[in-house]
């Protein structure tokens, strides 16, 4: 599956931005997808995650409240809106697949996009 992922930008803090990623080549229904990201010299960590048919959602502590992730299987998309960010939200934003229900551990996905740039001023 490719995954294309979009919507990053410079917002100041306090305010909005939504994430879209849609996939194409296979069946986008099959998948769990998650979202990660990745600040400048730090690792790779999890924010959201839905299961194959949105049932079942996770986030990590440090975005929960603040973060939707949502699928539209229709469309072959999954978002991620994020509302009241701050700047240590500051990171390259990823989208990911894996053929598992759900889950939020890195090497547990199988396809990931090219990640978009979110960057949140004070």
């Known amino acids: 599956v490719q995954l294309q992922a979009s919507g990053g930008g410079l917002v100041q803090a306090g305010g909005s931005l939504r994430l879209s990623c849609a996939a194409s080549?296979?069946?986008?229904?099959?998948?769990?997808m998650g979202w990660f990201r990745q600040a400048p010299g730090k690792e790779r960590e999890f924010a959201a995650a839905?299961?194959?048919?949105?049932?079942?959602?996770y986030y990590a502590d440090s975005v929960k409240g603040r973060f939707t992730i949502s699928r539209d299987n229709a469309k072959n998309t999954v978002y991620l809106q994020m509302n009241s960010l701050k700047p240590e939200d500051t990171a390259v934003y990823y989208c990911?697949?894996?053929?598992?229900?759900?889950?939020?551990?890195?090497?547990?996905?199988?396809?990931w996009g090219q990640g978009t740039q979110v960057t949140v001023s004070s």
């Open positions: 990911a697949a894996t053929r598992r229900s759900i889950t939020t551990i890195v090497g547990h996905y199988d396809y």
């Open positions: 080549g296979s069946t986008f229904s099959s998948y769990g």
């Open positions: 839905i299961g194959w048919i949105g049932g079942r959602i």
